[in-house]
């Protein structure tokens, strides 16, 4: 029996893996690492950047609030002198659990995984709300570059941080660029802005020991994959249904590897039941196969918003091994 990594390696290079790879189970993810602070349920807090996030009650997550009382970024054209870079230099101490976790992981078994959220593109919204980032690409393309180019070196510094400390060799990234049925940004636009951004970051990470660069973005993207591959991701994390899954697996398979298929919105809310999980993990699987396609929940990390969907996930999974294998 292959490990959980030599199986991952065999299902993303075409070759012969003897099980499907069940979700996050090749990352171990060392979420003790020093970030930012970030909001939780229930929640209104002020991160290091000003950004207020709220998370309200009986939500599945948090946004920034952008009115003008709160809103960051109100004029792109001054964004030096509103935006500025928290420190990625924290205590040693503070690096102790992460690196005590990232020491116990067997290597052989498994990738030890750092978190990195949120993306670039992100941040841009987060900072100055998604219509005025929005427009700031048409408008002041020059000073969106800029601001760009800024969140990169913050990017690239905190990057190196986690390489000096837990030595990751992959790397689990999370920008959505996209709603369920489109890009936020035309192929070209997003080529224009971002992928230069991204080679620049996914480039120091490869060059410095990471070897698996999984990107989660939960949205309709299936235009944006030429520059995926472009910029260094190896999986496509949160690929939802609504890409035509197996028609970027048919086009793309060689070049990069897509995980999800099942959408969480469909198998994760409160009136889950293992039969709709079992449904549309068998779906997933059939249409997709078994090489360059990793059935998993769109959902960006491993676990459920409802508990026990994310475990009866895994459940599906290994049946559809039993299966197909």
Request: aromatic share 12%.
């Amino acid at each position: 029996m292959l490990t959980k990594r030599q199986n991952l390696i065999e299902t993303i290079k075409g070759g012969n893996p003897d099980r499907f790879v069940k979700q996050y189970e090749f990352m171990n993810i060392i979420m003790e690492a020093p970030m930012g602070a970030m909001v939780g349920p229930g929640q209104t807090i002020v991160n290091d950047w000003g950004i207020t996030f709220s998370w309200p009650e009986g939500q599945l997550g948090g946004f920034p609030v952008h009115d003008d009382e709160h809103i960051v970024l109100k004029d792109i054209e001054n964004w030096r002198d509103v935006v500025k870079a928290p420190s990625v230099k924290f205590p040693e101490e503070r690096w102790a659990a992460a690196i005590e976790h990232a020491n116990s992981v067997d290597r052989n078994e498994e990738y030890v995984t750092c978190f990195m959220a949120p993306g670039l593109f992100e941040m841009t919204h987060h900072l100055m709300s998604m219509e005025e980032a929005m427009m700031a690409l048409y408008e002041e393309p020059e000073a969106m570059h800029e601001l760009i180019d800024y969140l990169v070196e913050y990017e690239l510094a905190y990057a190196k941080e986690l390489i000096d400390h837990l030595h990751p060799d992959c790397i689990f990234h999370h920008d959505d660029w996209g709603s369920q049925r489109s890009s936020f940004l035309s192929p070209e636009m997003f080529a224009e802005f971002f992928l230069p951004a991204y080679k620049k970051v996914y480039g120091f990470l490869k060059d410095n020991g990471v070897e698996i660069i999984v990107h989660h973005n939960d949205s309709y993207s299936a235009n944006l994959v030429p520059s995926m591959i472009e910029m260094g991701i190896d999986i496509w994390q949160g690929v939802m249904s609504t890409n035509d899954t197996p028609e970027l697996i048919k086009k793309y398979g060689e070049k990069i590897t897509f995980m999800g298929d099942i959408d969480s919105g469909v198998i994760d809310f409160p009136g889950w039941t293992k039969e709709i999980i079992m449904e549309k993990t068998k779906e997933a699987c059939e249409r997709c196969g078994k090489l360059y396609f990793i059935p998993s929940a769109s959902h960006g990390l491993n676990f459920g918003c409802f508990p026990g969907v994310y475990e009866a996930t895994d459940e599906a999974i290994d049946e559809m091994t039993k299966q197909m294998f």
